[in-house]
């Protein structure tokens, strides 16, 4: 499973590619418009698509399909590892439809259940986001989405990845993977909880006040 981080930070983008722990970055409007500040969110995006290698989702604004098609090409423009990220609402099916017909990759956000995620398909995205964490805020099971999404989409060998969005802990991060996502998009704070497990600090203590038992007969590398 590929890990994107879910950000506009671009320190926090910056610490992720720097420690090799992401393959692509997904922002959103809340995100962007926290992030930039009284700057571009443009010129923020075009930051964020120069720190990382793989993909940037950028999310249209308008409502409309002619809107959200223009808003499209214009931020696909800005950088060549953007994804224009379009809302599941018909007027963003008909934007995605024309988008990925001239070869830009479309990632469907505000996926809630799996139909919604097949017609996301059918529409031409590269990429279909089911937004977990809301479901389950509602009671629901939203990771069920994922693993349906997962059946649906290897029963009928439809290409579209399935985007796993709006985990909020590291367990969100594992269901994600054991039910098929090709990818989790996730917050820093997320990333970092998931990298640590106190067994391996209190490992690394007791390693390293071991070896310096040995005391004068160990020198560093390098030391005279
Ligand atoms: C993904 O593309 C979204 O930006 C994100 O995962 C939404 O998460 P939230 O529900 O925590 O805002």
Known sequence: MKIFLDTAEIAEIRWAVGAGLIDGVTTNPTLLSRAAGAGDPRDLL???CGAVAGPVSAEVVAVDPDGMYREGKELARLA???VVK???????????RRLSADGIDV????VFSAMQGLLAAKAGAAYV???VGRLDDT???????VAQLRTIF???????????????HPRHALQAALAGADIATLPAAVLRQMLLHPLTDRGVDQFLSDWS????????EGTP
């Not at 990632?107 to 505000?110: A, E, S």
């Not at 009671?139 to 989405?145: A, I, K, S």
Request: aromatic share 4%; charged share 20%.
């Open 46 to 48: 075009q930051e964020i």
């Open 80 to 82: 060549d590892n953007i």
């Open 86 to 96: 379009v809302p599941m609402l018909e007027e963003g099916l008909v934007a995605a």
């Open 107 to 110: 990632n469907v956000t505000l």
């Open 129 to 131: 986001s089911p937004f």
């Open 139 to 145: 009671g629901q099971d939203g990771m069920e989405v």
């Open 154 to 168: 290897r029963t009928y060998e439809v290409d579209a990845q399935i985007l796993a969005a709006s985990l909020r």
């Open 213 to 220: 038992k040995l005391g004068h007969h160990v020198q560093a």
